[in-house]
């Protein structure tokens, strides 16, 4: 039988239908969220990521602003943008575009930010509080996860996720929100990587496998095993003669093959993207609901 596909977008449109209500509360008392976007540079991908963002905050009704910064921007000239939207009350939340110019300090960057407005989550303050099970703002893509699992039926309680990748913006994160000891998660929790030992025997043993790794079609169907629900992270361009602008994107699964033995499985596109998106608004506003003094 074949895999239930877990749609982004329709999970998606479940959360923004919960934070438009939010959102009208937050106006009634005059407070519209506003989020902000630092990029510096002219990656493809950064841009195209940065105006999906301002389409999303359009069609909630959010405040959106974006400062552009040149790929020869000096780091003082980001940390003054930093500086400029922690002190902006009309900025709840904001980021700053990963990757930056190879001549910034990123984690400089984000030391400087606002903890109370980290809308991607990658303060070390707000780390840690996910860490210890007290969050304000999770990280988007692995909360974005979190809540598709949940919403298309398949909590993670008491099953053996196997998360291959450990990068700080998915993996390590997603294997802290799922472990921890509250509804939702419970989950023991595997992290793999490209040193890892007998990588598929491990992969085969996941009830839940999460593919992050950035590896197109990685993922093969003697990995996965009957049953297992798969959730496919990665993004990647690879070239396609056969297609309009001669490349497509995959995911790290090998979408066909897997799909024959999962019991739900995710597809790129259509995926996680449009969770990530999603989960980045849900940021804003809890963080226009605590300036407001509202229950988030």
Known sequence: MAAKVIHGPEVAEQIRQELRVKIAQLKERGTVPGLAVVLAGEDPASQQYVRNKVKACQELGLHSRTVLLPDDASEADVLNAVDELNSDPAIHGFLVQLPLPKHIDENKVIMRIDPSKDAD?????????????????????????????????????????????????????????????????????????SR?????????????????????????????????????????????????????????????????????????????????????????VTAACRAAGIER
């Open 121 to 193: 989550g990658f303060h070390p303050i707000n780390v840690g509080r996910m860490l210890i099970g007290d969050p304000v703002f999770l990280p988007a893509t692995p909360s974005g996860i979190q809540e598709m699992l949940l919403r298309s039926g398949n909590d993670p309680d008491g099953k053996h996720v196997v998360i291959v990748g450990r990068s700080n913006i998915v993996g390590k994160p997603l294997a802290a929100i799922l472990m921890q000891k509250k509804k939702g998660a419970n989950a023991t929790v595997t992290v793999c990587h």
């Open 196 to 284: 890892t030992r007998g990588l598929a025997d491990i992969v085969r043993t996941g009830d839940i496998v999460v593919a992050a790794i950035g590896s197109p079609g990685f993922i093969t169907a003697d990995m996965i095993k009957e049953g297992a629900v798969v959730i496919d992270v990665g993004t990647n361009r690879v070239d396609d003669p056969s297609a309009k602008r001669g490349y497509r994107w995959v995911g790290d699964v090998d979408f066909d093959a897997v799909s024959v033995k999962a019991s739900a499985i995710t597809p790129v596109p259509g995926g996680v993207g449009p969770m990530t998106i999603v989960m980045l608004m849900k940021n804003t």
